[in-house]
């Protein structure tokens, strides 16, 4: 408590209280051959912290900097991990001491999950939860407005990678969803928002059970529940976010209870690549009108750039963003981007 909190750029205060402890995950898979490690915490993201926290751990656990894959569940509760957030919120809005203690903690996490390997068998099935809406509604002249839509894509698929032992007992749940963490707006505490109280409603329903979160292409999605009353989004409250979390862990359960679940088995195969994206170059024409923008996002966006050109800074117009995949034989590949994919 105390840290500033990272997603939102209008939050002028730091964080006051918590209603969920954060959390991450370290689950390591081999073929016997070949190790993949997931990293899942309760982050908007890792970000400038990507190479350190592969460097310490893959010094820690031996598994090679590629076979990493860092998730951040992208909740907009947890700490200012970011440079950017330096920029919104001063000097001191990295913990550097929390951020220096959680990465030696991860790498940690990893070694005592190479150390703590045995035989498993994967299956993979999939569910449905409807809680995402997309949030950017056509307005019928080719833009968008900030409004819930049904118009608008939407992927409400709740894909689940179930991890048993040889007898057939359930040890973890690894899933995903496509929507943003963002159900309780800029408040002050601190909290895994919707994603957090799923793992916690399904490791409550099977004790002992490990259950993973991994956020899909959800960045044009957001919680809307069925109480909307208004053509806006709410604000909701923690309760109801803790419901959302059940229904989606419901989901969850479906498919381990329910099934019926594919087998994921052959050999893995890791790769990891970087691609380059053009980005249109900013133009100061492009600064003074999102200098009107009613959004504090656009504005700070505008006095950045604004302070880079009168300092004469080179503006880069290509991104180097990271794609790793991680294929099972022929019976399932996951793919992972880098960023606020949509």
Not at 321 to 332: D, K, P, Y
Request: aromatic share 6%; proline share 6%.
């Amino acid at each position: 408590v105390g840290v500033w909190l990272a997603g939102y750029a209008a939050r002028t205060e730091p964080s006051k209280a918590v209603y969920h402890p954060l959390r991450a995950v370290t689950t390591v898979i081999g073929d016997g051959q070949t190790d993949v490690l997931l990293v899942s915490i309760e982050w908007l993201g890792f970000y400038d912290l990507t190479e350190e926290a592969r460097r310490r751990i893959s010094e820690a656990c031996g598994i090679p900097r590629s076979h990493i894959i860092l998730c951040g569940t992208h909740t907009h509760c947890g700490p200012a991990v970011r440079d950017v957030d330096v920029r919104r919120h001063g000097e001191d809005a990295i913990d550097g001491e929390y951020v220096d203690r959680t990465l030696d903690a991860l790498a940690e996490a990893a070694l005592s999950a190479v150390e703590s390997r045995r035989p498993a068998h994967l299956g993979t099935g999939s569910e449905w939860c409807g809680f995402a809406a997309s949030r950017r509604k056509p307005d019928g002249n080719g833009g968008v407005l900030w409004e819930p839509s049904l118009d608008a894509p939407h992927d409400h698929e709740v894909p689940v990678l179930v991890v048993s032992s040889p007898d057939g007992a359930l040890r973890q749940t690894i899933f995903s969803y496509a929507c943003h963490p963002t159900s309780t707006g800029p408040i002050l505490e601190i909290g895994g928002d919707y994603p957090g109280f799923a793992c916690a409603a399904l490791e409550s329903r099977y004790p002992g059970v490990v259950a993973s979160f991994l956020k899909g292409c959800g960045g044009d999605q957001k919680p809307d529940p069925a109480e909307r009353t208004t053509g806006t989004f709410r604000r909701i409250p923690v309760e109801e976010v803790k419901v959302l979390g059940s229904q989606l862990g419901s989901a969850v359960a479906r498919v381990v209870d329910l099934g019926p679940l594919d087998s994921v088995d052959g050999a893995i195969e890791v790769a990891q690549t970087f691609v380059t994206l053009e980005a249109d170059p900013v133009t100061e024409s492009a600064i003074a009108e999102a200098r009107d923008s009613e959004g504090f996002a656009a504005r700070e966006w505008a006095d950045h750039y604004s302070g880079a050109m009168e300092a004469g800074d080179v503006l880069p117009t290509r991104v180097s963003m990271e794609i790793q995949t991680v294929r099972f034989g022929n019976s399932l590949v996951l793919v992972t981007m880098a960023g606020e994919i949509n």
